[in-house]
Nanobody, 127 residues
Framework: VQLVESGGGLVQSGGSLRLSCVAS????????IGWFRQAPGKEREGLSC????????YYADSVKGRFTISSDNTKNTAYLQMNSLKPEDTAVYYC?????????????????????WGQGTQVTVSS
């Protein structure tokens, strides 16, 4: 099983990027996919997740209204569309996969739920 992120880069404040996370070796529609980030000197932060089998999503307050998560189960790929980027969004962004949430569970981004992680992609937002 391998997760590979791509799409990071350098962008000006107010700009947009779309991150991709391609999974090999597992069927996306049986999992929850989360996006996380870690800035230098800061703790890893959970940003968003999508429960692939029912499409439920979650967004942290820090990205709500600016970031959009989606997935294409036919391509085993998840995306994070990031708009209105700010310098404080500068970080290494990771995708991770965990068990699918049941219908009675609230979807979210607790680190312990996600047990397969990608290597990360750098996002730098200049002011």
């Amino acid at each position: 099983v391998q997760l590979v992120e791509s799409g990071g880069g350098l962008v000006q404040s107010g700009g947009s990027l779309r991150l991709s996370c391609v999974a090999s070796g597992l069927p996306f529609d049986d999992y929850a996919i989360g996006w996380f980030r870690q800035a230098p000197g800061k703790e890893r932060e959970g940003l968003s997740c999508i429960n692939s089998d029912d499409g439920r999503t979650y967004y942290a307050d820090s990205v709500k209204g600016r970031f959009t998560i989606s997935s294409d189960n036919t391509k085993n790929t998840a995306y994070l569309q990031m708009n209105s980027l700010k310098p404080e969004d500068t970080a290494v962004y990771y995708c991770a996969v965990g068990p699918s949430y049941s219908g009675t569970q609230a979807v979210g981004v607790p680190f312990v739920w996600y047990d397969m992680w990608g290597q990360g992609t750098q996002v730098t937002v200049s002011s």
